[in-house]
């Protein structure tokens, strides 16, 4: 027996629990809460989706796969400082977009760590390519530059789920473009 069709959509339940993970972190949220926001009964949600761990790996990874798409469009610019620029300003955006939660479930989120660790590995390259490109000066610490930006973009997640507007964020990118080294 192939047992009864789901009745629901798993990409739409799957979307709002990636948003009830943003909005309240793992820890926060409840199965009685993701079920409420994804419309899904618990069986359902265990039988789609396994236990809340599964479902956050998989929401998280939806998440991140969607953050490296624009990552990575960014990376593509020509300059190290365009790319740099196109992300903060990306981030900015996003963070405080109305459409969506503030800040930024992978920044913000401690199992969110690898994650994190991979933006950072991201940013390294890209570094690395401009100072290889000569965009950015030989000399350029891009381990440290790279720490700094995750840092910067951290920091635009909080703001933004302090009430920080899209002008506090952009302030602060602007600033963190001041910190780059000239260019090579």
Do not use: N
Not at 27 to 33: E, G, K, Q, V, Y
Not at 114 to 131: C, D, I, T
């Amino acid at each position: 027996m192939a047992g009864r069709p789901r009745s629901f959509d798993r990409d739409a339940a799957l979307a709002a629990a990636v948003e009830q993970f943003w909005r309240e972190g793992y820890d926060a949220t409840s199965i009685a809460t993701l079920t409420a926001a994804m419309g899904v009964s618990p069986p359902s949600l265990y039988a789609a989706f396994g236990d809340k761990q599964r479902l956050f790996e998989e929401a998280s990874a939806e998440y991140f796969r969607r953050t490296c798409e624009g990552l990575d469009q960014a990376a593509e610019l020509p300059t190290a400082r365009e790319s740099i620029r196109r992300i903060l300003d990306d981030t900015a955006h996003a963070h405080t977009d109305v459409q969506t939660p503030p800040g930024c479930l992978m920044l913000t989120e401690p199992r969110l760590a690898a994650q994190r660790e991979e933006l950072y590995k991201r940013l390294v390259s890209r570094l690395e390519r401009g100072v290889k490109d000569g965009d950015l000066p030989p000399d350029t610490p891009t381990g440290r530059l790279a720490s700094f930006l995750v840092a910067i973009l951290r920091g635009m997640s909080g703001c933004a789920r302090d009430g920080g507007t899209l002008e506090d964020l952009q302030a602060i990118a602007e600033t963190a473009m001041a910190a780059l080294p000239p260019q090579g």
